[in-house]
């Protein structure tokens, strides 16, 4: 049995080196696993070719999301689809990657650059608190946000990102068409360079998100790009007030 579809010729050009031959699609399969499907591994290999870069798209990617995030991963599939709004590897990338901000971009009065996260649990429950009622029919999963401490004024930040079930189907897409909500005009979505709604400007931001974070009702903002993927910022409070938020919630 095939593990995944043979393709030998490099796609990228006649100069490559690796028309001088390279593993099958099973080998590299094979070896990938046996690194438990490791992202720094498969983007170093991606850099190699176009045809590097198209297997680890179509296939390295999806092994490593199924792997970090299996329950999600199935969740997300469920409507019968093999793959996901975006691609794979922008997919691979919002699970461990905190894409900070940079001023003059999308939350343009501070400076903190994008890092990989070690591990991030993604919560279907708490992604309900980040829809309007009217919108909470949809599926969201979102983070527990990425915590930046002690900012000067700007108090101790929380990141945060998700990704939509079906995204193209959804309500809260339905509704940003009917709102005629604004892109950005400048900037784009980290994880997959598609164009990006503000959810703030489109007044579908709800009390309950912010009780979620733990964070300021007024002090929280979140994009959604086309492929479903969500970012966003907010200033958490106190640990004393946050409990006190959660308990309201």
């Known amino acids: 049995m095939m593990l995944v579809a043979k393709q030998y010729r490099c796609t990228h050009s006649s100069t490559c080196i690796?028309?001088?031959?390279?593993?099958?699609?099973?080998?590299?399969?094979?070896?990938?696993?046996?690194?438990?499907w490791n992202p720094r591994f498969i983007a170093t290999m991606s850099c190699v070719c176009k045809w590097f870069d198209e297997i680890a798209k179509r296939v390295l990617w999806k092994e490593f999301c199924r792997t970090r995030a299996p329950k999600m991963m199935l969740d997300l599939q469920s409507s019968g689809s093999h793959s996901v709004d975006g691609n794979w590897k922008a997919l691979g990338k919002l699970l461990i990657y905190c894409s900070g901000c940079s001023k003059g971009g999308l939350f343009n009065a501070i400076h903190i650059p994008g890092h990989f996260v070690y591990r991030t649990r993604f919560s279907r429950t708490s992604g309900k608190s980040f829809l309007i009622p009217q919108c909470r029919t949809d599926v969201l999963y979102v983070s527990d946000p990425c915590e930046h401490l002690d900012q000067g004024e700007e108090g101790d930040v929380g990141f945060f990102r998700g990704v939509f079930r079906s995204f193209s189907?959804?309500?809260?897409?339905?509704?940003?068409?009917?709102?005629?909500?604004?892109?950005h005009p400048t900037e784009v979505c980290p994880y997959c360079k598609a164009k990006l709604w503000s959810m703030l400007q489109a007044n579908m931001i709800p009390r309950s998100a912010a009780w979620r974070l733990g964070a300021?009702?007024?002090?929280?903002?979140?994009?959604?790009?086309?492929?479903?993927?969500?970012?966003?910022?907010?200033?958490?409070?106190?640990?004393?007030?946050?409990?006190?938020?959660?308990?309201?919630?």
């Open 18 to 36: 690796c028309m001088k031959g390279h593993l099958s699609e099973d080998a590299i399969f094979l070896v990938f696993q046996h690194l438990n």
């Open 169 to 183: 189907v959804s309500r809260v897409r339905k509704m940003l068409i009917d709102r005629q909500a604004k892109f």
């Open 216 to 249: 300021y009702d007024d002090c929280i903002e979140y994009y959604v790009c086309l492929n479903g993927h969500m970012l966003g910022i907010c200033t958490l409070l106190p640990l004393s007030d946050s409990e006190e938020a959660s308990e309201l919630d």
